[in-house]
């Protein structure tokens, strides 16, 4: 059973930065995919940004210039690098890994993410 965690969440003020990290474990293969979902209260959840096991990101336009994600395709690990947060980045932020060799993706349980102004 493919298993996401996630961690790195907190409270920060705004301008500061968080790291998100979401290893995978229970599985000998690699992911094809990775990604960083949000829902903030009251909103539908949204891609903030993804990344291809070629290294081919992409990313929400609010975001762009300010997060970054990587992944260690080795360790099946994604992070997500936020830096100068704002009050609206405030979700939980969900991570997301597609395995070819599963013919699925699996999700994270969350990470509270809060920017007070």
């Known amino acids: 059973q493919v298993r996401l965690v996630e961690s790195g969440g907190g409270l920060v003020q705004a301008g500061g930065s968080l790291r998100l990290s979401c290893a995978a474990s229970g599985t000998i293969f690699s992911s094809n995919y990775m990604g960083w979902y949000r829902q903030a209260p009251g909103k539908q959840r949204e891609l903030v940004a993804r990344?291809?096991?070629?290294?081919?990101?992409d990313y929400v336009d609010s975001v762009k210039g300010r997060f970054t994600i990587s992944g260690d395709n080795a360790k099946n690990t994604a992070y997500l690098q936020m830096n100068s947060l704002k009050p609206e980045d405030t979700a939980v932020y969900y991570c997301n890994q597609y395995f070819r060799a599963w013919g699925r993706d699996y999700w994270g349980q969350g990470t509270q993410v809060t920017v007070s102004s």
């Open positions: 990344i291809t096991s070629d290294g081919v990101t």
